[in-house]
């Protein structure tokens, strides 16, 4: 059975874009790690780069054109885990 909320890192292989789905993997476990039940590394193939909340696509490379700033990122998985978190200097300017 799944822990809930779950974050899922579709990375290429092809592309070595393993060590950058760690990185944002560690981070975000780091930041949100009372509020995650999960965050799981999914091996893929051709250019795919993608992350999802429970199942909610939140970044796709190839929609979005690149990959997201960690600031960005940790902002989007904010928003859906615990939106009341304040996340400091990653947070918006107001």
């Known amino acids: 059975m799944a ?16 060590l950058r789905a760690a ?6 476990l780091t ?5 995650l039940g999960e965050v799981a590394l999914v091996p893929g193939t051709g250019g795919v780069f993608q992350i999802r909340v429970d199942d909610e696509l939140i970044w796709d490379r ?7 700033e ?3 990122l940790k902002q989007l998985v904010r928003d859906r885990v615990a939106p009341q978190k304040d996340l400091g200097h990653s947070e918006p300017k107001a």
Do not use: D
């Open 70 to 72: 960690l600031k960005l």
């Open 23 to 28: 990185w944002m993997a560690q981070e975000l």
């Open 62 to 68: 190839a929609e979005q054109g690149g990959f997201p």
């Open 31 to 35: 930041t949100f790690g009372a509020e």
């Open 3 to 18: 822990r809930t909320p779950r974050i899922e890192i579709v990375y290429c292989t092809q592309c070595r874009w393993l």
